[in-house]
Nanobody, 121 residues
Framework: QVQLLESGVFLVQPVGSLRLSCSAS????????MCWYRQAPGKDLELVAL???????NYADSVKGRFTISRDNAKNTVSLQMNNLEPEDTAVYYC???????????????WGDGTLVTVSS
């Protein structure tokens, strides 16, 4: 059994900062990409940022220069540092990990349950 656990519910003022964390636990053999997605009210799910196992990164244009994704391979965690937040960043944020367990012979995607971030004054 694998779980991805994200932290909390957040209310942040515009131009503020916030750090999201996600921890993968269970019988994990290896993890490829780790990502953060978000879904704003009434909008589709959007890929926010991706970090490869080799630490290469990719970002949505809307967050470039404001958000930074990072991972700790020893702890199976991925974080998203969000700076200069805007009301448009309000969304439920989900972490996703493409990983292989020690009882399956293939990689598949696992998702966290999501954490609500509200940016408002």
């Amino acid at each position: 059994q694998v779980q991805l656990l994200e932290s909390g519910v957040f209310l942040v003022q515009p131009v503020g900062s916030l750090r999201l964390s996600c921890s993968a636990s269970g019988r994990i053999f290896a993890i490829n990409n780790m990502c953060w997605y978000r879904q704003a009210p009434g909008k589709d799910l959007e890929l926010v940022a991706l970090v490869a196992r080799t630490s290469g990164t990719n970002y949505a244009d809307s967050v470039k220069g404001r958000f930074t994704i990072s991972r700790d391979n020893a702890k199976n965690t991925v974080s998203l540092q969000m700076n200069n937040l805007e009301p448009e960043d309000t969304a439920v944020y989900y972490c996703k990990a493409n990983l292989k367990t020690d009882y399956e012979n293939y990689f598949m995607n696992y998702w966290g349950d999501g954490t609500l971030v509200t940016v408002s004054s």
